[in-house]
Nanobody
Framework: QVQLVESGGGLVQAGGSLRLSCTAS????????MAWYRQAPGKQRELVAA???????NYADSVKGRFTVSRDNAKNTVYLQMNSLIPEDTAVYYC??????????WGQGTQVTVSS
């Protein structure tokens, strides 16, 4: 059974920074993608950033230049460094793992609140 455990959310003022972490445990295949999604109240869940085990990354246009996704493959951990936060970044952030084939897993979510 694969589990994802997130940490690092919280309350921050606009212009501040936060770093989210997500560690996967269980049987993790060598080729995979770890990603961060977010869901704001009344909105659909959206992709924020993703990084493959091979190192490729992609970002939502709204966070390019402000957020950085990185990972430690040896630890099965993905990070999201969020800088220059704005109130529109307020959401529950979810870690996601694509573990090959049809295997998708989600973390429990961590709240990020940016005050103006």
């Amino acid at each position: 059974q694969v589990q994802l455990v997130e940490s690092g959310g919280g309350l921050v003022q606009a212009g501040g920074s936060l770093r989210l972490s997500c560690t996967a445990s269980g049987i993790i295949f060598r080729v995979n993608t770890m990603a961060w999604y977010r869901q704001a109240p009344g909105k659909q869940r959206e992709l924020v950033a993703a990084r493959t085990s091979g190192g490729s990354a992609n970002y939502a246009d709204s966070v390019k230049g402000r957020f950085t996704v990185s990972r430690d493959n040896a630890k099965n951990t993905v990070y999201l460094q969020m800088n220059s936060l704005i109130p529109e970044d307020t959401a529950v952030y979810y870690c996601n793992l694509w573990n090959g084939g049809l295997q998708y897993y989600w973390g429990q979510g961590t709240q990020v609140t940016v005050s103006s």
